[in-house]
Nanobody, 115 residues
Framework: HVQLVESGGGLVQPGGSLRLSCEAS????????MSWVRQAPGKAVEHVANINARGTVAYYHDSVKGRFTISRDNSKNMLFLQLNNLRIEDTAMYYCALGDNGAGIRGQGTQVTVS
């Protein structure tokens, strides 16, 4: 069965950095677009970024362009999100998700708090 396990969140000051990881199993990861989404308390889910199966094409929400970088290691079934120059408004639960639109199966999430 599909399993996605996120890690790497934490508490960081504005301007700081974090690297989120997502370990994937139970499906053909190397053939699947993947996404990162986030949800802050009381707000809708926001599709942060996605990446194609080969890791050669990526798209970003305007709010994170130039600050976040999505990447993957298909040899290890791992998805990553590098978060730089973090802002208070980046505070949210971050999830990795199957597919290119962020609406697919998600993991349990990892909390990022910028304060």
């Amino acid at each position: 069965h599909v399993q996605l396990v996120e890690s790497g969140g934490g508490l960081v000051q504005p301007g700081g950095s974090l690297r989120l990881s997502c370990e994937a199993s139970g499906f053909g990861f190397e053939n699947t677009w993947m996404s990162w989404v986030r949800q802050a308390p009381g707000k809708a889910v926001e599709h942060v970024a996605n990446i194609n199966a080969r890791g050669t094409v990526a798209y970003y929400h305007d709010s994170v362009k130039g600050r976040f970088t999505i990447s993957r290691d298909n040899s290890k079934n791992m998805l990553f999100l590098q978060l730089n120059n973090l802002r208070i408004e980046d505070t949210a639960m971050y999830y990795c998700a199957l597919g290119d639109n962020g609406a697919g199966i998600r993991g349990q999430g990892t909390q990022v708090t910028v304060s």
